[in-house]
């Protein structure tokens, strides 16, 4: 199983994102953190870090406690374009898919990085 798998599973997630199946929540996570045009995990971290949330990934690549990130963080280093034909395609607002985003990106980058470092497949 993998961790998109495993984060579809998610009782937070599910509670955040009622109105999709369980079944939709990968794919939405795969498309903005994976092979959706956003170039994968490795790719929006180092957005993210560009964008000044050096502190956040840090904190989700090392051990310890995982610093938060909000939804408008991430709303300003995600293809918003992509965020919004998601959100449009599942028919969902751009806001849940923005808050189980922030919600999970940490404990996503914190489970894909067991090391400290990211796979390069990652």
């Given amino acids: 199983m993998g961790i998109l798998d495993e984060l579809g599973n998610s009782p937070a997630l599910k509670g955040i994102l009622g109105q999709l199946e369980a ?4 794919t939405i996570l795969n498309q903005v953190l994976g092979g959706g ?6 790719t929006i971290l180092a ?11 840090k904190s ?10 909000s939804a408008d963080q ?9 965020v919004k034909q998601l959100a ?7 806001d849940q898919v923005l808050d189980a985003l922030a919600k999970q990106l940490p404990a ?10 990211l796979p390069p497949s990652a």
């Fill in 23 to 26: 079944s939709v929540l990968p």
């Fill in 37 to 42: 045009g956003q170039g994968g995990l490795s």
């Fill in 47 to 57: 957005k993210l870090q560009q964008a000044g949330l050096g502190d956040q990934v």
């Fill in 60 to 69: 989700w690549l090392g051990n310890g406690e995982n610093l938060p990130i």
């Fill in 74 to 82: 991430l709303k300003q280093v995600l293809n918003s374009d992509q």
């Fill in 88 to 94: 449009a395609s599942f028919g969902i607002p751009i």
């Fill in 108 to 117: 996503t980058v914190d489970h894909a990085s067991p090391n400290g470092t």
